[in-house]
């Protein structure tokens, strides 16, 4: 089975693995000092490993520590603990797994919410930039009186044109995984963008964890665009809002083939993604809708790294982040 687009699967998962671990078994007692003592192996070991199981396991296995299972100590499976591996069916418990390996189904962002927005509409208003643009379709007024009285009386009407707000918006929203227990905030802060008329363009896409070479715009159905063809297309005068709490394993940052999707062999590391957009657009931020004491785990170190402007996704967060976005370069 292949999970993704344009992707050649050597060694796919067989069905009878994804039966042997519907149900998890309890997970093994593990003390603190145990826990300690277990060894974290690096990503290519990780994945050779697990292909090695893959061709080799024949039967379920619960609570052990070698076996694709079940409430163990082993790198592979779901419902133990192991400080790096790569999960295979189940939830996530601990927020360890380097990747899974299993197709994930994330869901766009609602644009229709209108209770508890106002607030957030009346931040964003703060993004306005005015300036005067297309034909002359606003009369103005003084420069009338002034060209009429050197005109001896005789009226001259002169026009200029209208005021408008120059400011163009994109916002590129983490969804999914961690992001799940956000979604209400983060459906607010798109609810409102999405519908706020102070914007001269909008654009959104949707990504996962780490923006890799696509975006996307419906990421449920998978649709989008890749990540250069975005940057080709949108200038160096857009806002970017990055959304998300940069919670990842920090493989999926500085690793080919570390994304968290097993499929996806990406051919450049993450942290080169969020590179090229904070590179692309200087007038960037990221917004995380952690608490600030959560932003010193090792991912969010490296992201901050390159986008030392994180602000807190809360109303002062975002009056802050568009407090910088202004700012005189």
């Known amino acids: 089975m292949e999970f993704f687009h344009d992707v050649e699967v050597t060694q796919s998962i067989k069905d009878d693995f994804y039966e042997w671990l519907k149900e998890a078994k309890p997970p093994r007692h593990l003390t603190e000092e145990q826990k300690a003592m277990m060894e ?6 990780v994945r050779d490993l697990f292909e090695q199981r893959l061709k080799e396991q024949q039967e379920r296995h619960d609570g052990g520590n070698r076996w694709i299972g079940t409430g163990g100590a082993s790198p592979f499976g779901h419902g133990g603990f192991n400080p790096a591996g790569i999960r295979v069916g189940g939830p996530g418990k601990h927020g360890m797994a380097m990747q899974i390996a299993a197709r994930r189904q994330f869901k766009n962002f609602r644009k229709d919410l209108v209770l508890d927005t106002r607030q957030i509409g009346l931040a ?3 993004l306005r930039q005015w300036g005067r643009e297309g034909s002359r379709e606003e009369l103005d007024i003084e420069a009338t009186i002034d060209a009429t009285g050197k005109n001896a009386g005789e009226i001259e009407l002169i026009f200029k044109p209208e005021r408008r707000n120059t400011v163009k918006l994109l916002l590129l929203m983490d ?14 802060l798109f609810s409102a ?6 914007f001269k363009q909008f654009k959104h896409y949707y990504f996962h964890n780490c923006p890799y ?3 996307y ?7 989008g665009s890749q990540t250069l063809d975005v940057l080709r297309e949108l200038d160096d005068s857009w806002f970017v809002f990055v959304v998300g709490d940069a919670a990842m394993s920090p493989y999926e940052l500085t690793e080919v083939g570390g994304a968290i999707d097993y499929y996806h062999q990406n051919t450049e590391p993450g942290i080169l993604w969020v590179k090229r957009i904070k590179d692309h657009f200087p007038r960037s931020v990221w917004l995380n809708p952690e608490p600030r004491s959560y932003w010193q785990i090792p ?9 030392p402007e994180m602000f807190p996704m809360t109303i002062e967060g975002i009056e802050e982040a568009i407090a910088e976005l202004k700012r005189p370069r």
């Open 213 to 215: 070479e696509t975006l």
């Open 40 to 45: 974290a192996l690096n990503l290519k070991e």
């Open 175 to 188: 969804v999914g995984g961690s992001m799940t227990y956000h979604s209400r905030v983060c459906e607010l």
């Open 217 to 223: 715009s419906d990421i449920e159905m998978e649709e």
């Open 124 to 126: 964003l208003k703060k």
């Open 193 to 198: 963008a999405f519908n706020s008329a102070h």
């Open 299 to 307: 991912s969010n170190m490296i992201v901050r790294k390159v986008f």
